[in-house]
């Protein structure tokens, strides 16, 4: 009888190792906007209002000082606008306004600042090269521009000056819209090296550091396809596809665990990693042009 509830637990054990990780840990994903502009936490409860004040799509969030700032929206009219807010004590407020209005660009927390890098912008400027910093108080615009103007890209800080963007899609002026292969490295005061390329180009896509990984999931090149990029020797490995199709999605990492939301083609869904294969759970809301952030559970 000993024996076999030892193995009984021992198969318990591992099937739910997954489910476990998700559930236990100290912090939560917040899943913000969208084409139905909700917010929502999972993985655990955060304090945060669940109705935002103004619609944020196609909008990137990032955690400055222990808030989470979200920039960046599209109307309906397909313009694009600089709005920003700021989680403060469970309430969206507003915060200093990017200075190029700009939508489906990214930004990340790097050391002390928040990077905004490219988008989707407004009038002629519709595909920004453009690179912001925000220091706390407000954002300026950065004398290194990208060496290309892209939007639908990805990009994590892999130190506290050291950003690796990768991918996106831009246009060279004829109707055709060209699909970035460029990997490249920002170093704080020093600008933009290009590292490598994404073989094929891919844009859409999502990513997140993971030890010495870089995860890149789904995109144009293929809705499903995970790969990690190791930062040492820049070699690629390929992981399980996702079980469902992901473009513009988001990916984090929560307690160290990979986790995607929303996306055009799933809105409704998100998917976490056991380490060998990826599981499906629903979302509340349509999280067709949403983002993302980690923060503490409450």
Known sequence: MNLFILILSSILCTSFAGRISKESGSEGALVIGGWESGVES???SINANKDLPTELRGASAAVHNGNVHVCGTWSQDFESY???????NGEW???PLQQVPKSYHRMNALGDKLISTGGYGVGNDRWLDTVEMFDGEQ???SEFNLSVARTYHCSVAISDTE?????????DGSILLVTLPNI?????????????ALNPPRYGHACALLDNEIIVSGGSANYQLVEALNLETLEWRKLP???LRRWDHSMEVVNGQLQ???GLWEPFSMEWFDGEEWHVEQLQFDHSYSTTAVLPCK
């Open 260 to 262: 995607i939301f929303g």
């Open 93 to 95: 407020i507003a915060a």
């Open 163 to 171: 950003l690796i963007m990768l991918g996106g899609q831009t246009s």
């Open 241 to 243: 596809n996702t079980k």
């Open 82 to 88: 600089p709005d920003c807010r700021v989680l403060e």
């Open 139 to 141: 954002w300026e615009v």
């Open 42 to 44: 999972y993985g655990c």
């Open 184 to 196: 490249e490295l920002f170093e704080q005061g020093k600008g933009w090296t290009n590292i490598g």
